[in-house]
């Protein structure tokens, strides 16, 4: 066996906002895989459907592999920062003896958290949290105490923390239902899904991040 090494270069992009991040990630030459990954990494703190504003920025550093020369592919994210509304977001990767890799921030904290700011790849808010708007349906001003994300049908809804089902069925204005229990009295209610995920059932065990169900528009929903 004859062992070839490898030659790992490192790559720094950077870039502001104008239009939509991947539109930013795409103007300077950053693989969609990586701008996933990115947003994978600073899920815990930025909700990328509603904080993202014109005139936030990225730095992203990340490996590019080689061989005699010639470019194979793109190797992981060692470091990034987001900058949100002025608030800078920074994560760095880290591997232990035995390869378990995690990211954590400069301090050493964790990046991740107890809840996902986002349940799923959304592209927008449909509608936020208020204490009054317009019933889109109904015709009448109410409280709208949830946020709706506005995706494809069939885009995954994953769990915004782990816990166990402690509610799944049909719920009137709500259609297909998913309540996830996380102990301590929280509690995360995921309505008009499409179905949801083989094998849920009431009583259920979830990780933070596993496929629950799939956007739909059931129940009392516009689309």
Known sequence: IVEQPFDTRLVTLTNIIDNSLFVAASEIGLPDRLTMNMTNIFAWDIDFAMDVRPGDAF????????????????????AAEFVSRGRAVRAIRYADAQGNEAYYSPEGRSMKKAFLRTPGDFTRVSSGFTKARKHPIKKIWRAHKGVDYAAKKGTQIVASGSGKVKFIGTQRGYGKVVILDHARGYTTL??????????????????????????????????
Not at 62 to 69: D, L
Not at 193 to 215: C, D, F, T, W
């Open 59 to 78: 730095t992203v550093v990340y490996e590019k592999i080689y061989k005699n020369e010639r470019f194979l592919r793109d190797g992981n994210i060692l």
């Open 190 to 223: 995921y309505a008009h899904m499409n179905k949801s995920a083989p094998g849920l059932k009431k009583g259920s065990r979830v990780k933070q991040g596993q496929k629950i169900g799939e956007v739909g528009m059931t129940g009392a929903a516009t689309g």
